[in-house]
């Protein structure tokens, strides 16, 4: 059962203030803390590390250089992208930048937003290569040390970025973590299926059938970021899934059991409805990371698993629609990776 909740005009009350132009505070702490709480109370879980008090983060903002670059990638958005930034420029606490990549929209997004927010933002307007090289733009571009990304139909309530740079500040040798969420679907509040659940730590083997770190959570360190060479450009989906698995390879993601992400789905515009058997992007990805032979025994069987899982679901799926070579392709590939995942050999291709 869901229930209906008026998530974005009641989100935006608590992190818009009157003005054009973009304030890093927009009111005290204490009343965005409160304004949140009334939209979403925090969920009740099992402990996982803890992120320290918000009030530590301040510390770390003492100098005024920028600490944390947040990447907002667009593409035709013009009004969902500006309730995007509205919910940056409410982040207390942290000394951030914003930097919107607008990947080559034809609505006037970039001139809205650059009239509205003027010097608070920073705009680049580039051709359309889609959100991956949008992305990979942003952060180099960018300046900070820590790296958060937000899609451009989501949203953040207040404290999030205070949270994570805590969270860094207390822990320094974390890479990267992720905050909760909470799901609106076509302005419907749901609550997502326990398979979708967020885990902590060493979440590789539950992160290969479907994608458990989400862009708009998550924030990391320039380094790794760099180390792991950012997101791969040629996928046109599904390149969030494989920047996750090329990280969870060696890095744990930590999990800030706190909601504090407004994630929005159900439009026409969203990639999941604009290509068939998204599998097709994750087979690629899960086909990179193993010719890499980087992998642990104990990961590289669990990556062939899932492969020829997900190739078998892709060759049914081809078949029906009429794709005989297609369709082949993906059997054999299943044929190979069930044969391998038994006899522990790894296929050379």
């Not at 229930?3 to 005009?9: E, G, P, T």
């Not at 999030?160 to 419907?188: D, S, Y």
């Not at 070579?325 to 050999?345: C, I, K, M, S």
Request: aromatic fraction near 6%.
């Amino acid at each position: 059962m869901t229930r209906r909740v008026q998530a974005d005009d009641r989100t935006l009350a608590a992190v818009r203030r009157p003005g054009r132009r973009c304030n890093p505070l927009p009111t005290t702490a204490a009343e965005l803390r409160d304004a949140a709480g009334t939209i979403l109370p925090l969920q009740q879980r099992e402990p996982v590390p803890p992120a320290p008090a918000l009030s530590s983060a301040v510390h770390v903002v003492s100098t005024g250089l920028v600490i944390v670059s947040v990447v907002i990638p667009t593409y035709n958005r013009r009004a969902v992208v500006r309730e995007a930034v509205v919910s940056v420029c409410a982040q207390e606490g942290v000394a951030r930048e914003i930097i919107v990549v607008d990947d080559g929209s034809s609505d006037g997004s970039a001139a809205a937003l650059q009239h509205e927010f003027g010097t608070g933002i920073r705009v680049l307007r580039t051709a359309n290569h889609g959100v991956a090289a949008a992305r990979n733009l942003g952060v180099a571009a960018s300046a900070g040390e820590l790296i958060a990304f937000l899609d451009s139909d989501d949203m953040w309530l207040p404290g999030k970025l205070a949270a994570q740079v805590a969270f860094f500040a207390a822990h320094p040798e974390a890479q990267i973590c992720q905050t909760a969420e909470v799901w609106i679907r076509n302005g419907v509040r749901v609550n997502p299926c326990a398979h979708h659940r967020k885990p902590s730590g060493d979440i590789f083997e539950a992160s290969l059938l479907l994608c458990l770190v989400s862009p708009s959570a998550v924030m990391l360190r320039r380094s790794l970021f760099e180390r792991v060479g950012g997101f791969d450009e040629s996928l046109a989906a599904c390149e969030d899934y494989d920047l996750w698995l090329r990280i969870l390879r060696t890095t744990p993601v930590w999990l800030i059991d706190r909601p504090l992400v407004i994630k929005r789905g159900g439009h026409a515009d969203q990639l999941s409805r604009r290509f068939w058997g998204m599998d097709r992007f994750r087979v690629a990805a899960l086909l990179r990371l193993l010719s890499g032979g980087n992998l642990t025994e104990s990961q590289q069987a669990a990556a062939q698993r899932v492969l020829a899982e997900k190739c078998t679901i892709l060759a049914t799926g081809a078949a029906r629609r009429g794709r005989s070579a297609e369709a082949q392709r993906y059997r054999t590939l299943a044929a190979v990776y069930q044969q391998d995942t038994v006899g522990g050999a790894h296929p050379t291709h």
